[in-house]
Nanobody
């Protein structure tokens, strides 16, 4: 079955950087996409960034544009989220999610689009 294992969370100061990793396994087809989502205390889960496995095309929500970069390493089946210029508002549990890729990328912003979820990794940004 599909497994998504996150790592790389931790504590950072405002303005600092962290890189999250998501090790992907178990997909039986290559037309899938991987997403990063996050959930802050007391808030709804929100999408951050998405990447298609086939063409590595990346998409970002407004909160991530200009600060975060999503990428993939096909040799290790790992998806990364490089987070720079971190803010205290970035504090959340970050989840890796997997699902079918689509050209209608607005679906990526819907959490029920994603069939598979990792266990999450905590990111805390201090001011």
């Amino acid at each position: 079955q599909v497994q998504l294992v996150e790592s790389g969370g931790g504590l950072a100061q405002a303005g600092g950087s962290l890189r999250l990793s998501c090790r992907v396994s178990g997909f039986t087809y290559d037309h899938y996409a991987i997403a990063w989502w996050r959930q802050a205390p007391g808030k709804e889960r929100e999408g951050v960034s998405y990447i298609n496995n086939r063409d590595a095309r990346a998409y970002y929500e407004d909160s991530a544009k200009g600060r975060f970069t999503i990428s993939r390493d096909s040799s290790t089946n790992t998806v990364y989220l490089q987070m720079n210029s971190l803010k205290p508002d970035d504090t959340a549990v970050y989840y890796c999610a997997g699902g079918v890729s689509t050209t209608n990328t607005h679906y990526y912003s819907l959490d029920d689009w994603w069939d598979h979820w990792g266990q999450g990794t905590q990111v805390t940004v201090s001011s």
